[in-house]
């Protein structure tokens, strides 16, 4: 998979810096700048990727940021169903797997949601899966505190069923 000239140039621009390997644009925002990015699961070099969606929309990135500044990561942990949350990484970890060529015998990604096996890492990754289409209750989570908290950046891409 190979994301579109003009999207690997904006991707750019909206990371600060070129993206390591391949990726897509799967939603994007209001103006149509990609919003998140699907990673192929090793980069060019072979390198496990863990990070399948990847949210780079800035206003999104900042709100989630102030979000984690005032604890959100625990508040999430505290606040989701720990099964469910295991489910989550378990279906992550799956799909992105399902996407490494099958005669790869190099090193693999491992864990789910941002690389991580059990809780919650970074609330950035679970809300770009969960906008990306996921069944993922901390990123729901995360968008209703974006909501709730007036966070929620006027240019955000918004999911059909949110």
Request: a negative charge.
């Amino acid at each position: 998979m190979s994301a579109a000239p003009h999207d690997l140039a904006r991707a750019e621009e909206l990371l600060g810096r070129v993206p390591r390997g391949a990726f897509v644009v799967v939603v994007r925002d209001r103006h149509g700048d990609p919003a998140v990015l699907r990673n192929e699961p090793l980069l060019d070099d072979g390198t496990p990727m863990p990070t399948r969606f990847w949210l780079c929309h800035p206003g999104l990135r900042a709100s989630i940021g102030t979000l984690e500044a005032d604890g959100g990561v625990r508040r999430a942990e505290l606040e989701i169903d720990p099964d469910q949350l295991a489910a989550t990484h378990a279906a992550y970890a799956a799909e992105r797997d399902a996407a490494i060529p099958v005669d790869h015998d190099g090193p693999r990604p491992f864990g789910g949601v941002g690389g991580t096996r059990r809780g919650v890492k970074c609330l950035h990754a679970h809300y770009g899966h969960w906008l990306a289409g996921g069944d993922d209750p901390v990123g729901a989570w995360v968008h209703a505190q974006l909501r709730e908290s007036d966070l929620m950046p006027t240019d955000a891409p918004r999911r059909s069923d949110a």
